[in-house]
């Protein structure tokens, strides 16, 4: 069945004059990783493309090859001279910060989704997606496969990248025996490894470690409902000097807890935001059923969600208000 979508996919890719090519905003390492692989695909057929995504890619990742092609700038866009549209990663329509054009698209412009998040938004002509996956750099991988695309050391380096950054280094339940076989693969074909871990993981400064230290002494559980918690107010991260990109990986890392059902990390935002991240390992427990009600969304194991809040302390204590 995805096998036909994908290749009905390359046949619209094929037949366009200039392509569009978006990404949700606050991009995570899949996020960024499957612009980019999709980038070096349309290269290889010599096609004319713009990738947009309404944040400036974190500089963690700024090994990824193209990712440098990336504009954040909406006013650049021509967006009905698009003739096809491919969004990679974002289950929500609103995540593209192209809502309105999109949604007002003309019947010649072609919509295509790859993603492997949760259905949120009917809004494709061609929707490419499974939640049965680790990644939608995955997806981009069985894309290739299916078309006989060659996978060059470009491609192997995003879709590795996308897998080890949405899968906790292969940590969480996402993480399947074709997924271990994928990653092998890319090392196969020529992926950068040492340079992906050097970028997403040995990348923390003194400030970010004792921001790491800071969530990790303030962890507590709430007994009643068997979840962990941690807070960052802004103040930790001016104090430490640490930035927002080091936080990739807490609410992983704090999965790692056995004694609980799920753990919850809230942490302050530049924009005056509270950002949520949930995760969980319980057979039981399906944290995108919450995120959902705050407004996010997810995966059963792995969610988030954003609070128009603020932290407030009372003694010991933090208050969402």
């Not at 192997?156 to 996402?174: E, P």
């Not at 001016?238 to 990986?249: L, N």
């Not at 004694?259 to 990390?265: K, W």
């Amino acid at each position: 069945m995805l096998d036909n979508k994908h290749k009905e996919a390359l046949k619209k890719i094929k037949a366009a004059n200039n392509i569009l090519l978006v990404t949700h905003y606050r991009p995570d390492g899949d996020a960024l990783a499957s612009i980019c692989a999709m980038g070096d695909v349309l290269d290889s057929f010599g096609k004319k493309f713009t990738a947009f995504c309404k944040d400036q890619p974190p500089t963690p990742y700024s090994f990824l090859p193209g990712v440098e092609k990336i504009t954040s700038d909406k006013g650049k866009l021509n967006f009905f001279s698009f003739d096809l549209i491919i969004a990679l990663d974002c289950g929500e329509l609103s995540r593209t910060a192209l809502v309105d054009e999109i949604s007002t698209r003309n019947s010649k412009q072609i919509f295509i989704e790859f993603d492997h998040h949760p259905r949120v938004d009917d809004y494709s002509d061609l929707e490419i997606r499974t939640t049965e996956i680790s990644s939608t750099s995955e997806l981009l991988y069985d894309f290739c496969k299916a078309n006989k695309i060659k996978i060059s050391k470009n491609i192997a380096t995003c879709v590795l990248t996308g897998i080890l950054t949405d899968t906790g280094n292969l940590m969480y339940d996402s993480t399947s025996d074709k997924t271990i076989k994928v990653a092998s693969d890319m090392l196969v074909y020529g992926a950068r490894f040492p340079t992906i871990l050097d970028n997403t993981q040995r990348n923390k400064s003194i400030g970010g470690l004792k921001i790491w230290g800071i969530a990790m002494h303030r962890l507590s559980i709430n007994k009643k409902y068997n979840i962990a918690f941690t807070v960052l107010t802004r103040k930790d991260f001016i104090k430490t000097k640490a930035s927002d990109e080091e936080m990739e990986g807490v609410p992983g890392y704090l999965s790692n807890l056995a004694e609980t059902d799920a753990i919850l990390f809230l942490r302050e935002t530049e924009d005056g935001k509270i950002k949520g991240s949930l995760r969980s390992t319980s057979d039981k427990v399906d944290v995108s059923a919450l995120a959902k009600k705050l407004g996010g969304g997810g995966h059963t194991k792995a969610s988030a969600f954003m609070l128009d809040a603020k932290l407030v302390k009372d003694g010991e204590r933090y208050y969402v208000k």
